[in-house]
């Protein structure tokens, strides 16, 4: 069985930094492509960042350019997304997802919540 | 930007009553739109994907339609257990990728 198993997510206050991890089981995690989609309190879905199989190629939504680092370690089965600079509109339950083909996701882990407030 | 739009906003049925859904996109995505439930307190779930194709234990009451900017996603008789909130994505000429604001299936 496929799983994601996001962590990491707590209150930090604006301008501060989190690191979440996903681990992923059940299926070949150097094989596919991942990406973080957040989702802020009562509001819909954002797609914030992905890496391809490798983690050579990474990609950002604007809102999060220059702020957030998307990794992982295959070795480990591990996806991982460095917050920095973090803003109030930032918080957000934030999901791991397995890419199944080039852009649409299955499954999804269970997500952890980020909230940022002073 | 990709721009999707999802109508109804919040779209009210009883069960056993067809639900029609409806997402539009900005541009020509071709057939590259997937569709995703969403439960309350849960991760959203993939439904279709290629704008027609069911995923994996999806009940054949879900299908998929549309191609290029119109796409509707049908469910033929609710049922309790889908009440919930649907929304469509696409996944042509990214990044971005985005998200419709969904759809909210309520009981009637």
């Not at chain 1, 089965?77 to 600079?85: E, F, G, K, P, R």
């Not at chain 2, 307190?41 to 234990?57: C, D, E, K, M, N």
């Not at chain 2, 796409?71 to 990728?97: G, M, R």
Request: aromatic share 12%.
């Amino acid at each position: 069985e496929v799983q994601l198993l996001e962590s990491g997510g707590a209150l930090v206050q604006p301008g501060g930094s989190l690191r979440l991890s996903c681990v992923a089981s059940g299926f070949t995690f150097n094989s596919y492509a991942m990406s973080w989609v957040r989702q802020a309190p009562g509001k819909g879905l954002e797609w914030v960042s992905a890496t391809s199989n490798t983690g050579i190629s990474t990609y950002y939504a604007d809102s999060v350019k220059g702020r957030f680092t998307i990794s992982r370690d295959n070795s480990k089965n591990i996806l991982y997304l460095q917050m920095n600079s973090l803003r109030v509109e930032d918080t957000a339950v934030y999901y791991c997802a397995k890419d199944i083909s080039s852009g649409w996701f299955d499954p999804w882990g269970q997500g952890t919540l980020v909230t940022v407030s002073s | 930007e990709i721009v999707m739009t999802q109508s109804p906003a919040t779209l009210s049925v009883s069960p056993g009553e067809r639900a029609t859904l409806s997402c539009r996109a900005s541009q020509s995505i071709s057939s590259s739109l997937a569709w995703y439930q969403q439960k309350p307190g849960q991760a959203p779930r993939l439904l279709i994907y290629g704008a027609s194709t069911r995923a994996t234990g999806i009940p054949a009451r879900f299908s998929g339609s549309g191609s290029g900017t119109e796409f509707t996603l049908t469910i033929s008789s609710l049922q309790s257990e889908d009440f919930a909130v649907y929304y469509c994505q696409h996944y042509k000429n990214w990044p971005p990728l985005t998200f419709g604001g969904g759809t909210k299936v309520e009981i009637k």
